[in-house]
């Protein structure tokens, strides 16, 4: 009996290491939102995974995705699969660029470090977000990988021009200009919990905390959070991530508009993206600006609900400038099939930003290197199953829109 157990069974190793066993019980980035969502305070969570209102855009980015479905091929030889590309020059392992973040020390202790340490250690582009809970200069110390700055097109432009200046000091190689914040969304979900930046505590927030112990235990032993990269700016009171909130809401600034472009161009030596083009239109003026990359990104669903979901306005964004300059997609990427999708749709990579904080809540920064392992792996076994070798060979013929039932 023994022998013929032996023969059909493989016994599995002790994992000793919680979070380990976390991902051992993790087969896709949905499944680590779950776990996520079972280790961190219900505020917490919701705050990464909410969007805007009734969270009908957010829903839609993960929909269309799915409405999306491959025309494959068979007997092409895939015995050999590249998803390498490149993207403002840079070669690329795959085509995913870790997308900024904002409070994502709120979500484990390392915050940004541990994101930037993954993508670094994965070859990819990181996108630190103005509103970090790491500085420029502490991600820069940590990854010698890629780096990106995301801005906002403040009122206070001296701050802003200055954190333009310590990122190209720090070797940061582009700036991502987001543009879909006039002002903010109203994230509902926030709303009802009190979790406004920084959160307000109340009875509920405690029994919350007693009812996560790891998380608590992460937190109130780590060093105070605050917005690291206006803190001892001179700009407000920084000592705080409270002292600095007020002003910081006070920033955004509904003035915006396609003439701060040659400003960032004026200020910044490098590569200029803008974040949250969403429409055909936008993307024409963006390429006549000169840019040399755009994210098609409704602010992953949490600024306006009813925004279009960006996969579905890829197609005629890439028809109308995809020779001009290279385009990124955003809000919805959750598996490797995702990417492919993108890219045959005509984007040049894909961003991610909720995904990587699901593996980040559930197992740290291990876990935001099980979610880079799951969307390489899953590229790759798309493209086999699909027919396709190479990232050249990605095109519009290898998808189809499922119809819309009536």
């Known amino acids: 009996m023994l022998r013929t157990l032996r023969s059909v069974l493989r016994i599995r190793e002790v994992e000793f290491r919680a979070s380990g066993r976390r991902l051992a019980r993790a087969a896709s980035i949905a499944d680590l939102g779950r776990i996520a969502r079972a280790r961190l305070p219900r505020g917490v969570f919701d705050y990464i995974d909410g969007g805007a209102e009734d969270e009908l855009t957010m829903r839609r980015n993960i929909a269309a995705f799915r409405r999306l479905e491959f025309v494959p091929r068979v007997l092409r030889d895939v015995a050999a699969i590249d998803t390498t590309t490149t993207l403002l020059g840079r070669p690329l392992p795959l085509p ?209 609900d009813g925004a279009p979901p960006p996969l579905e306005v890829l197609p005629g964004v890439a028809d109308a400038v995809g020779d001009r300059i290279e385009i990124l997609c955003d809000g919805g990427v959750r598996r490797g099939s995702d990417i492919v999708k993108a890219v045959a749709l005509g984007a040049r990579a894909v961003m991610i930003g909720r995904a990587y904080l699901y593996g980040l809540g559930a197992a740290g920064e291990k876990g935001v290197d099980a979610v880079i392992a799951l969307l390489d792996a899953g590229m790759r076994r798309t493209m086999a199953l699909a027919g396709v070798c190479s990232v050249p060979e990605i095109g519009p013929d290898l998808v189809r829109w499922r119809p819309t039932p009536r």
């Open 96 to 304: 995913l660029v870790l997308g900024p973040t904002g409070f994502t020390r709120i979500v484990s202790p390392g915050g940004e470090l541990d994101v930037a340490r993954a993508a670094a250690r994965a070859g990819l582009p990181y996108t630190l977000s103005t509103m970090a809970t790491r500085s420029i200069e502490e991600v820069a110390a940590v990854s010698t990988g890629a780096k990106w700055f995301q801005v906002y097109v403040w009122r206070d432009r001296a701050l802003v021009r200055d954190m333009l200046a310590r990122a190209a000091s720090q070797g940061y190689e582009a700036i991502v200009v987001t543009v879909d914040t006039a002002v903010l969304g109203r994230r509902e979900r926030d709303v009802r919990r009190g979790f406004l930046l920084p959160p307000k505590i109340g009875p509920g927030t405690l029994i919350d905390g007693v009812l996560h112990p790891g998380w608590t235990w992460d937190f109130i032993r780590a060093e105070p959070i605050t917005f690291a990269n206006v803190a001892g700016t001179g700009a407000a009171d920084g000592s705080t991530a409270v002292a600095l909130s007020d002003y910081i809401n006070s920033q955004f600034d509904p003035a915006l508009s396609w003439r701060e472009v040659g400003w960032f161009r004026e200020n910044w030596p490098g590569p200029v993206v803008l974040k949250g083009i969403q429409t055909v239109a936008d993307a024409r003026l963006a390429a006549d600006a000169g840019v040399e990359a755009i994210v098609l990104s409704n602010h992953g669903g949490r600024q306006l």
